[in-house]
């Protein structure tokens, strides 16, 4: 459970340089070795400043999520269609992520579990249909660690997306796989319009779809586990949910509305604990539809009135926020500023003040897949969605945002992630700390070295990544990492003695060490001539 606020180190830092090697830190009581072919210089001791004291530019946040979903549901995003090879398959993944990277993307969030399936080798649920067309037909490989490592190589952080109740795309069970869990256990499940939905009454199904996620938490190295906005069905064609049963035998006195969000609240808090008792570091979030509830229904809502999740489909986000049941929330805020049933300028503050205080992150779910149009007058200019990064500027409970999708990503409707990057994104940005989930700073990187074009040094530890600076004016202090203005690399650490990095000119480079949380350690910096 989350209790509070995570907080930002401030502890004061000293340097001492030795030839053209200088080192930022507590542990800074011994200059690092003088750098292969360096000429020797005098000692000098000076004092910085506290990070905490800096001044920093708001355009350049140092942390900061920049995230893509990435759907597999009907193909949306990857695989680009049913039948591929497992190399063509890998190919699409991999220019998707080269697409997000070229943006400074740094996590990705990818449909492993589109409706009770699997993107990944299961023993508990069939292979999903949209890799090969057929559902529970081996693709021949197991992507899961595939999309995991390429995530990585590109610094980027891997969340598991998962939708917890969607059961089939097909109301017709005898065409399911034999070994799946709603032909196997049929009073499971309720049919709802043209799909089949487990029934989040029924402790077995909380418990089963507790036992998929934990299943992969414990067998894939994966950094988070994500839900999307899909609970109960929407409202539609569906008729009534047919749950009366379960009701009349759990309801316990309660009110049916009351009953169905409890039953939801009680699968949120039980794969909260089962994710963070297997590995602690996994973030666990979800991406509530955007609306939590309209100031009609209750006067704490929000100035909005569209559909309120929290009535609608018995998603109530403000409960899992207040009892810490999530590491953060990521509302859905599809619609653009001024739009008067729900207004961008309305929600984004009210989601910030809800988290205000409550150690749970808050990112934005934008909607990309918007941009440009043809129903939308304000979707069509290319401004809309950069104005959006540009009010979170102003609430710094805004963490980060993630776009919906990655087809978009790479195909830049109106030049927007063009927009997006020199408006926002000039620079790489290390992902927000959960203080929590634990984690330490690595020692900081030692025995730099300048050799040629290539500034090396000695790995680090338990690093899994390094942040590197480049001052080109003003001091190389403290003060110059205390946002994103000098960060030019996040760079992947490559499991050898030795890291290098391919310098960009001339200047002073700092380099840290990031774990896989980003706790960051002390810098170690070297003056090039």
Same mark, same amino acid.
């Given at each position: ?73 009907? $193909? =949306? ?31 990705? #969030? ?16 069939? &292979?999903?249909?949209? +890799? ?15 999309? =995991? ?9 891997? @969340?598991?997306?998962? $939708? ?20 196997? @256990?049929?009073? &499971? ?8 939905? /487990? ?13 998929? =996620? ?24 569906? *008729?009534? #949910?047919? %749950?009366?049963?379960? #009701?009349?035998?759990?309801?316990? *006195? ?29 973030? #666990? ?6 609306? &939590? ?12 009135? *569209? ?12 409960? &899992? ?5 999530? %590491? ?32 749970? @992150? ?25 104005? @959006? +990064?540009?009010? !979170? ?9 993630? /776009? ?7 195909? !830049? ?33 030692? %025995? +730099? ?69 980003? !706790? ?10």
């Amino acid at each position: 459970m989350r209790t509070g606020r995570p907080l930002l180190a401030a502890a004061a830092l000293a340097a001492l340089t030795v030839s053209v090697a200088y080192v930022f830190g507590p542990d800074a009581g011994t200059a690092a070795p003088a750098t292969a072919g360096a000429a020797p210089e005098t000692v000098a001791a000076e004092a910085v400043a506290a990070a905490s004291s800096c001044r920093v530019d708001a355009r350049f946040p140092k942390r900061q999520l920049r995230g893509i979903w990435i759907a597999t549901v009907n $193909n =949306i995003d990857w695989p680009t269609r049913t039948g591929q090879s497992p190399a063509a398959q890998q190919a699409d993944y991999v220019k998707l992520l080269d697409d997000a990277a070229r943006r400074r993307v740094n996590a990705v #969030f990818v449909q492993v579990r589109p409706a009770s399936d699997a993107l990944y080798r299961s023993s508990l649920e069939p &292979w999903s249909k949209f +890799l090969t067309g057929t559902a529970g037909k081996d693709p021949g490989w197991d992507p899961l660690p595939f999309l =995991i490592a390429e995530a990585r190589k590109r610094g980027m952080e891997f @969340h598991a997306w998962f $939708n917890p109740y969607r059961a089939a795309y097909d109301t017709d069970r005898s065409r399911l796989p034999a070994s799946h869990p709603a032909r196997v @256990h049929p009073d &499971w499940v309720v049919k709802y319009g043209d799909r089949l939905y /487990y029934n989040p009454g029924l402790p077995e199904v909380r418990d089963h779809v507790t036992k998929v =996620i934990k299943d992969v938490v414990q067998r894939y190295d994966v950094d988070g586990v994500h839900f999307d906005d899909y609970f109960y069905p929407y409202p539609g064609s569906g *008729g009534q #949910f047919r %749950d009366g049963a379960a #009701f009349a035998r759990y309801g316990g *006195g309660m009110k049916l509305a009351d009953w169905r969000r409890a039953n939801v609240n009680k699968l949120v808090a039980q794969v909260d604990r089962v994710v963070h008792a297997a590995r602690k570091h996994v973030k #666990f979030g979800i991406s509530p539809f955007g609306i &939590w509830r309209n100031a009609s229904n209750d006067p704490s809502g929000s100035a909005t009135r *569209g559909m309120s999740a929290y009535d609608a489909i018995y998603a109530d986000a403000r409960h &899992w926020i207040r009892s810490g049941t999530v %590491d953060y929330v990521m509302p859905q805020l599809y619609w653009p500023r001024g739009f008067q049933i729900a207004d961008y300028d309305v929600l984004a503050p009210w989601w910030a003040k809800e988290v205000r205080g409550t150690g749970v @992150h808050l990112y934005i779910g934008q909607a990309l897949y918007r941009v440009g149009a043809a129903d939308s007058a304000a979707w069509r200019k290319p401004g809309e969605l950069p104005s @959006h +990064l540009t009010l !979170n500027r102003k609430h710094p409970e805004i963490r980060g945002d993630v /776009y919906f999708s990655a087809k978009q990503v790479s195909s !830049n409707p109106l030049r927007v992630m063009d927009r997006i990057v020199s408006g926002h994104y000039a620079r790489p940005a290390l992902r927000p700390l959960m203080k929590d989930l634990g984690g330490r700073a690595p020692d900081r990187p030692r %025995d +730099l070295r300048v050799e040629g074009a290539a500034l090396s040094w000695k790995a680090s530890p338990g690093a899994s990544s390094y942040a590197v600076y480049r001052v080109t004016s003003g001091a190389a202090d403290a003060c110059a990492v205390a946002d994103a203005r000098n960060l030019i690399a996040i760079v992947p650490a490559t499991g050898g003695a030795r890291q290098s990095f391919a310098m960009r000119g001339a200047g002073t480079y700092l380099v840290s060490a990031l774990d896989r949380l980003h !706790n960051e350690s002390s810098a170690t910096r070297a003056a090039l001539p």
